[in-house]
């Protein structure tokens, strides 16, 4: 049973791990875009800004909320927004109708979308996982965290420049 559990949990790490690349990825796209349309790093700046105020403010709350509800479905609640946010802004851009401003309404769709998937994953991580394997869960979460940190800027840099996609007007 414990086995299992490990089994269910590195399957939700992979995922997760996958989705933080390309949530990452997206993330350096989008202000070298942002950079490039204003020339602004007060602009820049407000895109974080955006998304870290919510995701602190919810923090605050949240927790008897998770603890009430199933983490499984606030997960996939919580990505599933965050993921039709990140596909709207994919669509204003295609069609030629992305602003900075569209960003900074995704930024903060994806910090309230994270102030209740992180905690909830948490929890979910602490029941699938035996006490024993904790240790190796806390690698696994370094490991992943510190390769999406160091990766996905060169990746989504490389992507951009092998798409021939220019970021400047």
Known sequence: ???????????????QSISG???????????????GQSQSALSVSLMSF?????YVFLSLFVGG????HKKKTIMLISDSIAAAGSLA???FFLAGHLEVWNIYIMNAIVGITNAFQQPASAVATG???????????????????????????????????????????
């Open 50 to 54: 955006c998304n870290y105020v919510p």
């Open 127 to 169: 029941q699938l996982v035996p006490k024993e394997k904790i240790s190796n869960v806390s690698g696994m979460n370094s490991f992943s965290h510190n390769l999406i940190v160091v990766f996905s800027p060169m990746l989504a840099a490389f992507l951009l420049r092998r798409s021939g996609f220019r970021l400047s007007c």
């Open 65 to 68: 909320f998770i603890d009430t």
């Open 89 to 91: 802004v994919l669509a």
């Open 1 to 15: 049973m414990k086995e299992k559990s490990f089994q269910k949990y590195f399957i939700l790490w992979l995922s």
């Open 21 to 35: 690349l390309g949530s990452s990825m997206t993330g350096f796209a989008l202000v070298l875009w942002a950079y």
